[in-house]
């Protein structure tokens, strides 16, 4: 019985530290930057979008291809730093290969 006491109380760690980082995972907020900074975009944990600037010198008809891939660029490099910060905050926590948020 004392086993699967210290189990149940380890699991409940685990769940704690897990709950931990899914808190910090919704805290983080990063600068995704192309272009020299033409475009900014602003990604959440959860990789949602929560501002996107796109300098006003690139709205012309002629550019909109470029502006496309600038954005994407951006969201891309915001991604990546997303996913960085996971991977940091996790310290161990979730086995190899598995990843936040579900």
Do not use: H, R
Not at 21 to 47: H, R, T
Not at 80 to 85: F, I, S
């Amino acid at each position: 019985m004392n086993n699967f006491s210290e189990l149940m109380k380890q699991a409940q760690k685990m769940q704690e530290k897990l709950m931990e980082a899914q808190n910090k995972v919704n805290e983080i907020s990063v600068e995704g930057i192309s272009g020299g900074g033409m475009v900014v975009i602003k990604v959440n944990g959860k990789y949602e979008i929560q501002s996107l600037v796109i300098d006003p010198k690139l709205m012309t008809p002629e550019d909109a291809t470029m502006v496309a891939d600038l954005v994407i660029a951006a969201y891309n490099d915001a991604k990546k730093k997303v996913e960085d910060q996971i991977s940091s905050n996790m310290g161990g926590i979730l086995p190899p290969g598995m990843k936040l948020p579900f």
